[in-house]
């Protein structure tokens, strides 16, 4: 057998055989998808919050953004270094020492009272939102295999209704008893979340891997290079979160421009709106499950360019925003389940390292995306920022196109 970093790595099942015993139901669904919402919204907790905590800490607010960087440097490690752990140790412990240190990480940031304590708090914040990961992960290796994209997309949705209400419920709950409580009550939440896991999920560890950390690491380096699905469909990630990024990250200049002058709460309703267009694409796993996965990336692709459309006349009317952002995401939340639902179809004996590999170029399509984004609204102002997101869905389009003629 010819050396791959996988080799030093040897597959082991449960004594029950390859699959395991226990199935995912609709009430643990709903419990994954839940504890997906409350870990991702740990990450975007702060965004809102920047101006009460520059001034609680004395801390100036040319430097408080430095906040933002930490919690993503914390998840950026915490997908490296942590999610592949889903394929090597037991899932149900993982998960749960995940949560309980998610909760002492938020407690942490509610009782900071120092900048440094503030930051390191941040960071393990988010080491331990890549929960979500792990979650993902399991569920799909819980659930049947003709229901595996079905499943996919509805823990993932939990995922994207903890991004777009995570701005919103911040908001608000610092309004009415500052901004600590949010993390305070987000600890309390993830502490009884943890006891509701460690009640209900299976006490048995799915298939797992012997081997050392460092080879477990290597192999999950080694997927970049020896799986094309993950490359296909981290392109998309890349792209699709980019045009994203774009939207959510300057949409809130314009909306509270002299202009419109929308306050803080009015612009944090928008996101009930993406909310909408994020349950409605939920049912994309189901088209994978039923091998329409490709059909479903090309449609949802053309959606994403011509969300933008409407989205350019938010001067002129606030209903086409919101229609905007119901398209969009729609569009970006189909194409998300349906490239986990195929890139775990193709592994399915990697699923943490390969969740954890694919969420890498969500990672980078964020933040470039929101770079540009605030770059191109200082200097050409909100229409060139639709046009920015325009052309990046277009490109994501073009790829999808040039993938079906040079496959057949």
């Not at 777009?164 to 009884?192: E, K, N, T």
């Not at 460690?198 to 006490?203: G, I, Q, V």
């Not at 774009?246 to 419109?260: C, F, I, N, Q």
């Amino acid at each position: 057998m010819p050396y791959t970093p996988e080799t030093p790595l040897k597959q082991t099942f449960t004594p029950q055989g390859e699959r395991p015993t226990y199935t995912l139901g609709r009430y643990q669904t709903l419990l994954f998808s839940m504890t997906c919402a409350m870990a991702v919204a740990n990450v975007y907790f702060a965004q809102p919050l920047l101006e009460s905590m520059a001034y609680s800490l004395s801390v100036p607010a040319s430097s408080i953004g430095i906040v933002i960087t930490a919690t993503q440097a914390g998840y950026a490690l915490g997908l490296l270094f942590i999610v592949p752990l889903g394929d090597l140790l037991n899932r149900k412990q993982l998960i749960l020492t995940q949560m309980l240190l998610s909760a002492v990480a938020l407690c942490t940031v509610g009782l900071a009272r120092d900048w440094g304590v503030l930051l390191a708090g941040m960071v393990l914040v988010g080491l331990m939102a890549v929960l979500v990961q792990v979650l993902v992960a399991y569920a799909a290796t819980l659930a049947s295999p003709e229901r595996r994209g079905q499943t996919v997309g509805s823990v993932t949705s939990g995922v994207v209704l903890g991004i777009l209400l995570a701005r919103f419920v911040s908001g608000a709950m610092a309004d009415l008893a500052g901004w600590r409580s949010v993390y305070f009550a987000s600890a309390a939440l993830m502490m009884g979340m943890t006891l509701m896991l460690a009640l209900t999920l299976p006490a048995a560890a799915t298939p797992t891997l012997q081997g050392s950390y460092w080879a477990l690491l290597r192999s999950a380096l080694w997927l970049f290079v020896s799986e094309r699905t993950l490359r296909v469909r981290g392109t998309f990630a890349l792209l699709i979160f980019a045009a994203f990024s774009v939207l959510w990250t300057s949409m809130v200049l314009p909306l509270s421009e002299p202009e419109l002058a929308l306050s803080h709460t009015q612009i944090g309703l928008f996101g009930l709106a993406g909310v909408a267009g994020a349950l409605a694409a939920a049912r994309a796993g189901r088209l994978a499950d039923r091998g329409l996965g490709n059909r479903t990336t090309g449609v949802a692709l053309a959606v994403l360019t011509l969300s933008w459309l409407p989205s350019a006349f938010v001067n002129s009317s606030l209903l086409a925003m919101v229609v905007g952002v119901v398209l969009l995401d729609f569009a970006v939340q189909a194409v998300h389940v349906t490239n986990q639902s195929l890139m775990l179809a193709a592994r399915p004996d990697a699923p943490s390292r390969l969740i954890g590999a694919y969420m890498c170029f969500y990672s980078v399509g964020s933040g470039l995306g929101a770079v540009a984004a605030t770059y191109t609204y200082a200097h050409s102002g909100w229409i060139a920022v639709c046009l920015l997101g325009a052309a990046i869905s277009a490109a994501a389009l073009l790829y999808w196109l040039f993938l079906q003629l040079t496959s057949r």
